[in-house]
């Protein structure tokens, strides 16, 4: 099956920085990438999404860029806010069957 | 619309007990999926449904079973609950598949299981 491994576990950044979250995968499969939020005690929630056959998506403050070839996709938070502090997860699967396999987790932390 | 409601919210059980979280959608969705996340990890699919009447296996789906007898409903169940089963359980549903419907997954708000 696919495995998905997302780096770093906890980043801490000022308000106004950029964050960068890294994720790779290993089955050259997997056509669709999402990548969620989620806040503390609550449901994950889509941010951002990107097939196979796009290599970036912006979002606002938020973008997603796809590397097939290297089998690594990265989230790209401009100008963060203190209510971008959350854990965030990267997935990886096909999109046919809607079978997602989710990275560990960052939490982010921004602070004021 | 509620959309994906689950209950309980919380539960305590003793190792060897049974029980059945169930997870239900209001939004006509076709597939239905069962979570689980542990600290330190992200989430892991147990089981899925792909429409009434059906059930697959998902990465982790040892200990457990599922059923889907209407569409709207998909309840998980454990068996004999063991203390490594402590987890947040979280349902999820979806139109259809992200490549024919470009739909998103909608998650319910969790379940916090503890075995003992």
């Known amino acids: 099956g696919e495995n998905v491994e997302q780096h770093p576990s906890t980043l801490s950044v000022q308000e106004g920085d950029s964050a960068v979250i890294k994720c790779t995968y290993s089955?050259?499969?997997?056509?669709?990438f999402p990548w969620y939020k989620q806040e503390l005690g609550k449901r994950p929630q889509l941010i951002i999404d990107i097939r196979s056959n796009v290599g970036e998506k912006k979002d606002q403050r938020i973008a997603v860029t796809l590397n097939k070839t290297a089998k690594h996709f990265s989230l790209h938070i401009t100008e963060t806010q203190p209510e971008d502090s959350a854990v965030y997860f990267c997935?990886?699967?096909?999109?046919?069957?809607?079978?997602?396999?989710f990275g560990s987790g960052t939490k982010l932390n921004v602070k004021p | 619309n509620a959309g994906v409601t689950q209950t309980p919210k919380f539960r305590v059980l003793k190792t060897g007990q049974s029980m059945t979280l169930l997870c239900a959608q209001d939004?006509?969705?076709?597939?239905m999926y069962w979570y689980r996340q542990d600290p330190g990890m992200g989430l892991r699919l147990i089981h899925y449904s792909v429409g009434e009447g059906t059930t697959a296996k998902g990465e982790v789906p040892d200990g457990y079973n599922v059923s889907r007898l209407k569409k709207q409903n998909f309840l998980l169940g454990l068996e004999s609950a063991a203390p490594s089963q402590t987890s947040v359980y979280f349902c999820?549903?979806?139109?259809?598949?992200?490549?024919?419907?470009?739909?998103?997954?909608?998650f319910g708000d969790g379940t916090r299981l503890s075995i003992l």
């Open positions: 997935a990886a699967g096909e999109s046919y069957f809607n079978k997602f396999y």
């Open positions: 939004m006509n969705h076709e597939y």
């Open positions: 999820a549903s979806s139109y259809g598949t992200v490549w024919r419907s470009n739909q998103p997954q909608h």
């Open positions: 089955d050259s499969a997997s056509n669709y």
